[in-house]
């Protein structure tokens, strides 16, 4: 394994466009434009990226970036024609060595589980799968126009983001809330009719969060709307609300010129898998989210 610097980051260069090719959520870049936006994280060493080579051909990668005492693997990729379990195993032992002596104490990896090569080699060195979530789609560009009609506000019209702050927070009350104050002021400034709250008789009951996400059209040359949080009230939830605004927004979608919606769903939550099911999403594909205690 050969750690990069400054000098020779064109090999990661070439490994990552060729997984650009293989798999949409990755990015093509170019040597410029990764410089400019990781040329300090490599000198401060915030991430770390080691190539993986046989009989000098440079075969795979794994990317690392930083966080107190967690490892975080943002991606791991080995040519198809390696693509095996000794390979996988070899960069995930090699990432625990290289740590072992350091303030680090655990490794994250969040990827699909579409590789079993990739699972076993995380499976027998020991990481455990702590929660799974399910990504959805539903092809939206050949639904029918419909007239549907809710009443909302815009987080824009509302304004005030301490308020949307408590409020999101009250309707995600037994969930994992994980916003900032910060981020709803820019979920305002987006001013977009893509996320609102929902209001029932002039009272405040739901709310969602979705957009048009233009760097997954770019690469996939496909017209993509993403739901990225949804959640009713408590004392409102089963009796239809959550479909009426899902099915709002794919409206919208559609009359936007979008193909697919796309969402995300924990394979524990059934009743929210449930009603994606009935809206029309089908399961494409499980993501893991891995973890490993160093010393363990």
């Known amino acids: 394994m050969e750690k990069l610097s400054l000098e020779n980051i064109e090999k990661y260069i070439v490994l990552n466009n060729e997984l650009a090719f293989e798999d949409p959520y990755v990015l093509k870049i170019t040597k410029d434009e990764f410089l400019e936006k990781h040329t300090q994280d490599l000198k401060l060493g915030c991430i770390d990226i080691f190539i993986l080579s046989n009989n000098k051909e440079d075969i795979g ?9 967690t490892v975080i693997i943002e991606e791991i990729y080995v ?3 390696y693509n095996n379990y000794n390979a996988y195993k070899s960069m995930l032992e090699f990432v625990h060595k290289c740590y072992c002596d350091s303030n680090i104490r655990r490794v994250k990896f969040i990827g699909v589980n579409d590789k079993a090569d990739l699972i076993e080699g995380l499976k ?8 799974e979530h399910i990504q959805m789609e539903k092809i939206i560009s050949k639904l029918s126009k419909r007239n549907l009609t809710i009443d909302y506000r815009t987080f824009y019209e509302i304004g005030d983001e ?10 995600m009350e037994g969930s994992n809330f994980s916003y900032k104050v910060e981020e709803i002021n820019e979920l305002i400034e987006k001013n977009s009719d893509l996320i609102f709250v929902l209001y029932e008789n002039n009272q405040p009951i739901g709310f969602i969060i979705s957009y048009i996400n233009e760097k997954r059209n770019k690469q996939q040359n496909m017209n993509v709307i993403y739901i990225e949080e949804i959640a009713i009230l408590k004392e409102f939830r089963n009796k239809g609300y959550g479909f009426r605004v899902i099915e709002s927004v794919l409206n919208k979608g559609k009359n936007s010129g979008m193909d697919i ?4 769903v924990y394979r524990h939550n059934e ?7 009935k809206i029309g999403f089908n399961e494409i594909k499980s993501i893991g989210h891995w973890n490993k205690i160093l010393g363990i």
């Open 124 to 131: 027998d060195i020991g990481y455990r799968m702590e929660k």
């Open 271 to 277: 009743k929210a898998y449930r009603l994606y099911e």
């Open 61 to 69: 990668f794994v990317e690392l970036s930083k966080d107190v005492d």
């Open 162 to 171: 301490k308020w949307i702050y408590n409020f999101m927070e009250k309707c």
């Open 79 to 81: 040519r198809k024609q």
């Open 261 to 264: 919606a796309r969402l995300h």
